[in-house]
């Protein structure tokens, strides 16, 4: 396909006020397009159909090679279903052609298809770039196309723009020239692409700096940033330039282009899109500052580049087939991204990480009755946004892993080296990729991985063990593991469970691996001890939760205390037990009495995950009268090792306590520990006063504990710091945390402030949901804010997964059973179809919590109440 894009009207100024009329807002920026596709016509016909969407076809024509024009005579709009059918007065014979088509289209407040994006200069004008965001069908927003990832061209793109913006696209400029018109304007031609799908054409015009290297490959990498902030690249930039060359040697297939650009974009729906060439990335997903940037934010960066990177080769280059395989692209991307992270950057300690972020929220997810499985079977494109989520991306990555495991490094590079190389420029199934890994390891890849990409769920392996002589015998079986509770179906799912068993003889090795492939089976390990424990799952990296028996169980707690067990071990075995509480198949108490035994836990990710364990007890119980025992818990459990680490780093310290002492401060901060909130107000204090500026890593936390805990003038204090604020990350950073605010006015404050032009589009959802998840009033008024603003909100994010996202963040904190039916009622009103699901899942856990505090709460007061009366010793 080629096609000239001529860029024209006021990019620079306010655009003038809507009408309604869609004719008529064309005024805010248009799209005026000379577009040809060179295609064979397979059967004589006299209609051409085409995805088109919120498009004006001016004129079409078709010329068939070497014979006269025929121009078309009708434009038929399927709107519905983003079509348009060309109608032309003679039949267009078989044999290759041109069509041509100049159209006119909207460029688009929507953050999709081909969009304004509003940026502010150094000296404070206001100004819009024009960007393109086509995943997964909004190509068609930008040139009327045939919109589907299998169906493939090449690309020749030139776009004319003002002289003095910068001018992108997939592939490198071979041509800029004065545009005969306009001499403020400049023709820029870029070279043809590859063959590639539609979804990942791009092209950007706007005004930005850039930093850029060479990789040891001879890639030219640019990262683009706003003007005056090029600095803010250098360190994506160094990412990048070492990933693709670790991608090119594990994949054994070089990076296919001449250059590669990454580019912060203003208002970005997603974190990052993988455009072939052109990556385009949210400010806060690519800029770091080194004096303003803490340690999360450096490893989001490093991971969201590794992913989009990875997608060059596993998505660009090998394209899924149809969206039903979406989790292939999403999945692998989200697990390869950690293998770069770790090869980049060793000292993050990024795979215990993953545990801890990606598989744990996977399974939360997937325990539902409303999940889906890896594999869903897509219709209409509308159905897409909806699997945009934590089953395609995080358990999809969760069982490649596992596959990986299962596999070994070795043969899993030759399987992937096979699939990239059979497959590049076309279009690939998942059975394509279990094919390749199948005859590169000879194990029976796709009759194991059926089982858990085309079911939803996982298994429960329940084990027992009985020591016989000098042999444990263990009984494992296994079941479908259900957020609410056994499994009581007639038919229960199975699957081909990859499992390794660990003993204390040495925690770090598997002393046996076993494919269980049956609902029951027994296994003999020779040779341990009556005084060894045995664990399942090592380094949690099987899909499945385990239930130990008590004795098993028992054994296994002294290595949490003593730290035998390794670190991603303790998560999982932690993590396990209050998945069970939450589903009553264990007291909450007996996970409340493991937690205790964390003190001495010197792992930043396994504090993590116990943090999100009890936030997510202390916003079940918020709902009744005892919430300040479960605050008193956390300050217990928490305290020891806060004094540990102290509020400014030490010599020697890395990467992991940075990120340690923030979630521990912010932690103790917000349960109210006096000391910290008095450390927090003075340092807040000297930072808004210009004495001290805190450090990045320390600023959400005590932004946080001065929130949760001030006044009116606390909040004023904030949102002026948020105004001042020059990077979107520091923005962002304030924006998390206002909702933290307990004053009914002040949350309603933070909730307006929310939809202010202060606020960029896609961030008002994290302000709302701060508010939810900020407190029991915060929770109710987010709900009502929600259902008053709802037509604004929904039109603002056009069903996209943003849409989805709020509605989560909002409404699944709730544990009272009619709010469930009260979320339900509201959205068979006010229909949401691309949140469909999403909606269906905040209801079952609302139910779920509602259950889980019926049964559960009592038992959970006395216990903290004897613990109050008579407290544990203290740590050794």
Request: charged share 25%; with cysteine; net charge negative.
């Amino acid at each position: 396909m080629e096609f000239i894009l001529e860029y024209l009207d006021n990019l620079g100024y306010p655009p003038p006020p809507r009408t309604g009329n869609r004719t008529h807002n064309l005024a805010l920026a248009r799209q005026v397009l000379c577009h040809w596709a060179k295609s064979p016509v397979r059967q004589a016909t006299n209609q051409i159909v085409m995805n088109c969407a919120d498009i004006d076809i001016i004129t079409a024509s078709y010329a068939p090679e070497g014979d006269e024009e025929i121009h078309a005579t009708g434009f038929n709009y399927q709107n519905e279903d983003e079509k348009v059918t060309l109608s032309f007065p003679s039949t267009l014979q078989t044999g290759t052609g041109t069509l041509k088509i100049d159209f006119v289209g909207e460029l688009n407040d929507k953050m999709k298809g081909f969009y304004r994006s509003k940026y502010t200069t150094p000296s404070g004008e206001v100004r819009y770039a024009a960007v393109t965001q086509f995943e997964a069908t909004d190509a068609r927003r930008a040139f009327p196309c045939w919109d589907e990832p299998a169906i493939k061209a090449t690309f020749d793109i030139s776009l004319v723009v003002p002289k003095d913006r910068v001018a992108l696209s997939n592939m490198n400029v071979i041509d800029r020239k004065p545009y005969p018109d306009d001499e403020n304007l400049v023709e820029v031609k870029f070279a043809r692409t590859p063959v590639m799908s539609t979804y990942l054409v791009a092209f950007v015009v706007g005004e930005y700096d850039f930093v850029e290297t060479r990789s040891k490959d001879g890639v030219c990498v640019r990262v683009y940033t706003p003007v005056g902030k090029a600095e803010q690249g250098k360190f994506a930039l160094e990412v990048a330039a070492k990933t693709l060359p670790f991608y090119k040697d594990y994949f054994n297939v070089p990076y296919p282009l001449p250059k590669i650009d990454l580019i912060a974009i203003a208002d970005f729906a997603a974190g990052a899109m993988e455009n072939w060439g052109l990556v385009t990335y949210r400010e806060t997903a690519l800029l770091i500052d080194p004096k303003n940037s803490c340690s999360s934010s450096r490893q989001w960066v490093a991971l969201v580049v590794g992913h989009e990177l990875a997608h060059q080769w596993f998505g660009n280059l090998v394209t899924m087939e149809w969206w039903t395989h979406l989790w292939l692209n999403e999945g692998f991307a989200s697990w390869i991204e950690y293998l770069c992270v770790d090869h980049c950057f060793p000292e993050y300690d990024i795979w215990t990480q993953f545990v801890s972020a990606d598989y744990t929220r996977a399974q939360e997810l997937d325990a539902l009755d409303n999940s889906h499985p890896i594999e869903v079977s897509v219709g209409h494109p509308s159905e897409v946004d909806e699997i945009f989520d934590a089953i395609s991306y995080s358990k999809g990555a969760s069982v490649i892993r596992m596959l990986h495991d299962y596999i070994g490094d070795k043969d899993f590079k030759r399987g992937m080296n096979m699939y990239l190389t059979k497959f590049q420029q076309k279009n690939a199934a998942t059975e394509d990729l279990w094919e390749s890994l199948e005859n590169a390891s000879g194990k029976p890849i796709a009759a194991v991985m059926s089982t858990w990409t085309k079911q939803m769920g996982f298994p429960l392996i329940y084990v027992e063990a009985e020591q016989v002589e000098d042999d444990r015998l263990l009984s494992l079986s296994q079941r479908k593991f259900c957020a609410s509770g056994p499994y009581a179906g007639e038919d229960c799912p199975q699957w081909m469970v990859p499992i390794t068993i660990s003993t204390s003889e040495d925690p770090s090795q598997a002393k046996l691996k076993i494919l269980m492939d049956k609902p029951e089976m027994s296994v003999v390990l020779k040779n341990v001890k009556p005084d060894q424990w045995v664990k399942l799952n090592l380094g949690t990296v099987g899909f499945y939760r385990t239930q130990y028996s008590s004795a098993m169980l028992e054994s296994l707690l002294p290595g949490i205390r003593d730290l035998s067990l390794p670190p991603v071990d303790r998560l999982g075995l932690q993590n396990d037990l209050f998945s069970l509480a939450r589903a009553g198949i264990i007291s909450t108490v007996e996970v409340l009495k493991v937690m205790e035994a964390f003190v001495n836990e010197p792992n930043y990710t396994v504090w993590s995950d116990l943090s999100c364990n009890l936030g997510i007890l202390s916003t079940l119980l918020s709902h009744t009268d005892f919430y300040e025992e479960i605050q008193e818990f956390v300050k217990d459990v928490f305290s020891p090792i806060g004094e540990r680490l102290g509020w400014d780093p030490k010599p020697g310290e890395g990467h992991l306590d940075a990120l340690l002492r923030g979630l521990v401060l912010g932690k103790l901060g917000k349960a109210g520990h006096k000391a910290t909130l008095e450390e927090a107000r003075r340092r807040f204090k000297d930072h808004v006063e210009g004495k001290q500026a805190l450090s990045a890593d320390l600023r959400s936390p005590v932004y946080l504990t001065v929130l949760k805990h001030g006044d009116g003038t606390t909040l004023d204090i904030m949102l002026k710091l948020h105004k001042q604020a020059d990077m979107q990350e520091e923005k962002n950073r304030i924006e998390r945390v206002l909702g933290a605010t307990l004053l009914p006015e002040l949350i309603q404050k933070v909730l307006t402030f929310a939809l202010s032009e202060e606020v960029r589009p896609q961030d008002t959802v994290s302000v709302i949901g701060g508010v939810a998840g900020g407190s029991k009033h915060g929770r109710k008024a987010a709900w009502k804010f929600i259902k008053d603003n709802w037509e604004e909100l929904y039109n603002r994010y056009q069903g996209g997964f943003l849409i989805s996202r709020l509605i989560k963040l909002s409404v699944e904190g709730f544990a009272v059973d009619k709010m469930a039916g009260e979320v339900k009622a509201f959205f068979e009103s006010h229909p949401a179809p691309s949140a469909e699901r999403t909606i269906q899942q905040c209801c079952e856990n609302i139910l779920l919590n509602a259950a889980w505090l019926k049964r559960d709460a009592e038992s959970i007061h006395r216990y903290l109440l004897q613990r109050k009366a008579s407290p544990p010793a203290p740590a050794v």
